[in-house]
């Protein structure tokens, strides 16, 4: 039996087996707290709303812990460190979800979890990264994945920027609804009743000029 297949028929081995890589990679991007886990639980809510079922839940929850396999991988400085990306980072930068989907592949990752990590930088309106699809090209559990993982990065600090609020984040996905993220997955986020890994680690709730200055920081050095 291959480790796909295991995987497929043993959702606990294929979360042993990846939320470690995913609890690398949080390290290496210098989060302070389980970002991985948290963009599980989170596309994982919003999965049922969309009525998946539970081996696509399954794949997107090992996307979720494997989604910046890549990043890990590359073990670039420039994405820990404060300030811009220049063009030739932001190229470099672009080949993490590729070389995810191949590393998770490696891991023994389904297909499925392949392609929502190759996806998952994909935008709503094409402006995303690698293969610039757009609207319902995108598949819906990397379109999950999407607004899943900007919203948990949102809410915790990085060291280019602080922890937007619960509500800072979610008025950022408002705003970047049709350029970014899909509409309808933005809505159905905005319906989800608050649970723990939706808190925001944000310090005071944080002011509406840091939070100007901290979206236009967080879209320059990787959502570009």
Known sequence: MSSVQIFADNEGIAI???GPLGAA??????YSHPHATRI????DELAKTFHL???DRLSLRVAAYAHDLGELVMGRDYIRRSGPLSQEERLDLA?????GEQEAGRAGADRGSQLIIRWHQEWWNGSGYPDGLSFKQIPLAARILRVSDAYC????ARPFRPAFSEEQ???HLIEWS?????PQIVKAFLSLGPFKETRSYAANGGSAAATTEAATTEIEHLTF
């Open 178 to 182: 049709a350029l970014e993220f899909d």
């Open 95 to 99: 080949r993490h979800p590729l070389i």
């Open 40 to 43: 599980a639980a989170v596309a």
């Open 25 to 30: 990679t949080d390290e290496f991007e210098d």
């Open 153 to 156: 990065s949102l809410t915790d």
């Open 53 to 55: 079922g539970r081996q």
């Open 16 to 18: 042993e087996t990846f």
């Open 169 to 171: 984040a979610r008025l």
